[in-house]
């Protein structure tokens, strides 16, 4: 009994006290690339799925790829779908055709839509999480309305190896939990810095301010916070979101 004991005791104890208190850089590194690539991928399919995005791609192929999601490509867009003229194209002061359909019933999603859902600092910036600003990617009205708005948001940071080809980014993370922690997983952003990024701690926590853009990389349209400045803070104490 005391042998058995001692086979099943001694490597839980020596992994309890050798094990880190935290995954690996090089695990969030992995599934972090992994869900920004399944996130692309989701984009990508809707993108095939746009009118306006699949009309200029069979008329030129070798077109380079551009945000569909602005609020100029989304009225350009829907008016493609209804058969009227650009918006660009429209006469100033001219009235819309009295044939026009009326928006969806719910409306159009709007900044001041956006501010009653959202909290906001006290200098305006809004309080969004990494997992929030990642999952906006790919919805036409979020993006919108969300492109180049003030951001803050805490997360923790380590270098940036996708995508980053001035050496001018850095990965903003969050562990985001569907069941329990073992099926953690971190939702990452790049954070560019548009030169060297400062010095930072690898892991460690910050709070990160800056404007909210949606950019088309190489392998997909990704939302990016193009930096202002950040902080060193503390851990929260909701260092894992559900």
């Not at 995954?23 to 996130?39: H, N």
């Given at each position: 009994?005391?042998?058995?004991?001692?086979?099943?005791?001694?490597?839980?104890?020596?992994?309890?006290?050798?094990?880190?208190?935290?995954?690996?850089?090089?695990?969030?590194?992995?599934?972090?690339?992994?869900?920004?690539?399944?996130?692309?991928?989701?984009?990508?399919?809707?993108?095939?799925?746009?009118?306006?995005?699949?009309?200029?791609?069979?008329?030129?192929?070798?077109?380079?790829?551009?945000?569909?999601?602005?609020?100029?490509?989304?009225?350009?867009?829907?008016?493609?779908?209804?058969?009227?003229?650009?918006?660009?194209?429209?006469?100033?002061?001219?009235?819309?055709?009295?044939?026009?359909?009326?928006?969806?019933?719910?409306?159009?999603?709007?900044?001041?839509?956006?501010?009653?859902?959202?909290?906001?600092?006290?200098?305006?910036?809004?309080?969004?999480?990494?997992?929030?600003?990642?999952?906006?990617?790919?919805?036409?009205?979020?993006?919108?309305?969300?492109?180049?708005?003030?951001?803050?948001?805490?997360?923790?940071?380590?270098?940036?190896?996708?995508?980053?080809?001035?050496?001018?980014?850095?990965?903003?993370?969050?562990?985001?939990?569907?069941?329990c922690a073992a099926d953690a997983r971190p939702i990452s952003?790049?954070?560019?810095?548009?030169?060297?990024?400062?010095?930072?701690?690898?892991?460690?926590?910050?709070?990160?301010?800056?404007?909210?853009?949606?950019?088309?990389?190489?392998?997909?349209?990704?939302?990016?916070?193009?930096?202002?400045?950040?902080?060193?803070?503390?851990?929260?104490?909701?260092?894992?979101?559900?």
């Amino acid at each position: 009994m005391l042998f058995n004991l001692i086979i099943l005791l001694v490597p839980l104890l020596a992994a309890a006290a050798y094990s880190k208190d935290q995954f690996s850089s090089e695990y969030l590194a992995k599934w972090g690339r992994i869900e920004r690539q399944m996130m692309q991928m989701r984009v990508a399919q809707a993108n095939q799925s746009s009118p306006a995005t699949a009309s200029a791609k069979a008329d030129d192929p070798t077109a380079p790829l551009t945000n569909p999601y602005t609020s100029d490509a989304i009225a350009a867009a829907e008016a493609e779908a209804l058969g009227l003229p650009a918006p660009s194209a429209a006469p100033a002061g001219s009235a819309a055709p009295a044939d026009t359909p009326p928006g969806n019933a719910w409306g159009t999603f709007t900044i001041e839509d956006l501010k009653k859902l959202v909290p906001q600092s006290t200098s305006g910036d809004f309080l969004l999480d990494v997992p929030q600003i990642f999952y906006t990617a790919g919805d036409r009205e979020l993006m919108a309305v969300m492109e180049g708005i003030p951001v803050e948001t805490t997360a923790q940071l380590m270098p940036e190896t996708h995508d980053n080809p001035n050496q001018t980014r850095l990965k903003a993370f969050r562990l985001f939990i569907e069941c329990c922690a073992a099926d953690a997983r971190p939702i990452s952003i790049p954070v560019d810095f548009e030169k060297a990024p400062p010095d930072y701690q690898e892991m460690g926590w910050y709070r990160l301010y800056g404007t909210l853009h949606f950019v088309e990389e190489e392998n997909g349209l990704v939302p990016l916070m193009k930096m202002n400045r950040i902080e060193p803070t503390t851990e929260p104490t909701d260092g894992l979101l559900f």
